[in-house]
């Protein structure tokens, strides 16, 4: 079995109060740092421990620490990027309803790392149920002393709020939230300066993602050094898995890094193989920003070695044979699954999401859709193939912030490794539109 370190307790009955997670030994963190540790000695563990960005980035969580400004007399903040737009992704929505003192718990910890006696957990808007979870968390630790002033005795104030968001993607960009949270409309800024400089109110911030946050408890409990023990290579640890689609047995899965992607896949103890007795097309290992892999290189690299969940595997061969780790939305495509469709789907969405602010963006998102939209309900010519693939590369790399990105990578994978099914929609039209198209060459038996 692998080792669980954030849903150790998962099926505990009332692990979601402040009692039962107490007893499982909660809060331990809290009383171990504020009590034996300076804030110093935090950020240092939290470097050893190897720690990356759950949130899609995968930037080194200690490293992003330390770069937070210092300067006197000026407020420091962590804001919680409770967010999770990201088609495909529901982990963090899964902690904060199920173990929402493990997220507490961290904020204190993390806050206390950085200095910060206002922390804010920014929670998407239509997450009511979450945000209301969150909130008597929060509550609860407050009653317990462990929230407020002089915590625990040591003399270190905190007050953490929770700000309910306005449901748009794009406020899970850190500056875009930031904005939002500011009370602005939720537009990235343009960087420099970053917001571990000039973030919140002006002010030194650290953002970081629900799963990040809720990592640093166990890193505290056991060692930063203990936690990188765990993984291989610069992908340590444990990751949360939001696993959907054509599957035996969808759901959020705690892994250790380094899991070949063929056993998460088929195993028993995860996801239980292709619902329905079909073959595996295609996969999205992160969230719908990242590429599509087809089958071959889902399970295996380009160089023909195992495909692990790892950062540095599931990037091997770049984004011509590889894909990204992102936010760990992990989604499988049987051999029914249309690709064409799929990708309109995600740029519809992308164009729905864009703020407007750059022209690539702005503009890009919705020619995608609209050249997709003709493909697919039998328009299309295939000189049309060649003009999406030349649109998502004006947008990939010329936005302020990385959705322009996240709408051009999913296009230009499905027409790198899916050409021959956007020429048979366009070969076939009728056909195309009463039928998925299964590209059984890319599918392999369960």
């Known amino acids: 079995m692998a080792r669980k370190l954030l849903l150790a307790h998962i099926d505990v009955p009332g692990i979601n109060t402040f009692e039962v997670y107490r007893q499982k030994g909660g809060y331990r963190a809290v009383e171990k740092a504020l009590k034996t540790m300076s804030p110093d000695d935090v950020v240092e563990e939290v470097k050893k421990s190897g720690l ?3 949130g899609g980035a995968g930037f080194p969580t200690g490293m992003k620490w330390g770069f937070l400004a210092k300067p006197e007399g000026v407020p420091r903040y962590l804001v919680c990027n409770g967010d999770e737009s990201e088609p495909g992704t529901f982990k963090d929505r899964y902690l904060m309803t199920h173990i929402p003192h493990a997220l507490v718990e961290g904020m204190i910890v993390s806050s206390y790392a950085l200095g910060a006696h206002t922390s804010y957990i920014y929670i ?8 209301r979870i969150v909130e008597k968390a929060i509550a609860e630790a407050k009653a317990a002393g462990f929230l407020g002033k002089n ?7 905190l007050e953490i709020h929770v700000q309910p968001g306005g449901g748009a993607y794009i406020c899970g960009e850190e500056t875009a939230l930031l904005e939002s949270l500011e009370g602005e409309r939720g537009n990235p800024r343009i960087k420099p300066p970053f917001p571990a400089v000039a973030g919140l109110y002006g002010c030194p911030t650290v953002v970081n993602n629900v799963e990040s946050i809720a990592a640093t408890v166990p890193i505290v409990n056991d060692g930063g050094e203990e936690y990188a023990k765990i993984g291989i290579e610069r992908s340590t640890g444990t990751k949360l898995i939001s696993a959907s689609g054509n599957l035996v047995r969808p759901g959020v899965y705690e892994i250790e890094m380094g899991l070949p992607m063929e056993e998460f896949i088929y195993s028993e103890e995860y996801c239980g193989g292709i619902a329905n007795g079909k073959r595996l097309k295609a996969v999205v290992a ?5 590429p599509i892999l087809p089958t071959h290189l889902a399970l295996k690299t380009a160089k023909g070695e195992p495909r692990l969940m790892t950062y540095e595997s599931l990037a091997d061969g770049g984004f011509v044979t590889g894909t990204a780790m992102g936010s760990g939305g992990f989604i499988a495509f049987d051999e029914d699954q249309c690709i064409v469709r799929n990708t309109l789907n995600y740029t519809r ?3 729905h999401e864009s703020c407007g602010q750059c022209s690539p963006c702005r503009e890009g998102t919705g020619w995608m859709e609209k050249v997709l939209h003709k493909i697919e309900y039998g328009h299309g010519d295939m000189s049309d193939i060649d003009l999406l693939w030349d649109i998502q590369q004006k947008i990939d790399g010329n936005t302020i912030c990385p959705l322009g990105d ?3 990578w999913p296009v230009a994978s499905a027409i790198r490794h899916f050409r021959d099914e956007f020429e048979w929609h366009i070969l076939h039209p009728e056909e195309a539109q009463t ?4 590209l059984v060459s890319e599918a392999v038996e369960s």
């Not at 998407?124 to 945000?131: N, V």
């Not at 915590?151 to 104030?157: A, N």
């Not at 992160?286 to 990242?290: E, I, L, P, T």
């Not at 039928?435 to 299964?438: A, E, K, L, V």
């Open 349 to 351: 969405f992308y164009h």
């Open 406 to 408: 996240a709408s051009a």
């Open 151 to 157: 915590i625990l005795g040591t003399g270190y104030d």
């Open 124 to 131: 998407r808007g239509e997450m009511m149920p979450q945000i």
């Open 286 to 290: 992160g969230g719908s920003s990242v």
């Open 435 to 438: 039928r998925n198209y299964g």
């Open 52 to 54: 990356r960005g759950r």
